[in-house]
């Protein structure tokens, strides 16, 4: 979810798993490709890893913002902008919204953060291969070895950096909108 970009929410829930599937299905795809020139394993991994996480992304975001089900996509996609990007929405109604999709961010982060182990023993792994690959292999599979393991190497030690200050920004909007809510009310009194 915190990788989904603003314009991907402007769907609904096909399209956004049909978005971040296809993303995922060229990417592994072309890795197999690199790897074996097979282009029919290219394609089997592009259609069986593309609709498995086309789905899966789809449905934790689902999960993790269940309020976006009931907006208009141009709705969800000004809050994620104004959220992702630390600014405001001009539509004082979506202003609370700004606030739980900044909340979704937080839950998704703190399940990425408990799954890290799991990154690092798979980069673990993927660099021992890429040095047998590197000994052993094709150059295919020599190249393809080692763009995993920068794959996993980025995700270990850019992302976390990225990944606060995507959440600092999203704060910085949450907070605004808290305020610019909080002014509109009525203020309690005799």
Known sequence: MIL??????????VGRAVGAGLGAGV?????????SAAWAGAGVVFVVLGVYYGIRVARRMDRLWPAARGMKGADRAAVVRAARGGGTVADPRLMPVVVEYA?????????DRQRRWVVVSVTV?????????TLTGSIGETVA????VALFL??????????????ARADRAAASARRATDAGRPADGP
């Open 125 to 133: 792994f993927a660099a021992a291969l890429a040095v047998h690959d």
């Open 154 to 167: 980025g995700d270990l030690l850019w992302w976390p950096r990225s990944r606060a200050r995507l959440l």
């Open 4 to 13: 989904v970009p603003g314009r991907l929410w402007r769907w609904g829930p």
């Open 145 to 148: 070895s080692w763009l995993v």
């Open 27 to 35: 990417l592994f795809g072309a890795f197999v490709l690199v790897e």
């Open 103 to 111: 909340g979704a961010l937080h839950r998704a982060a703190e399940e």
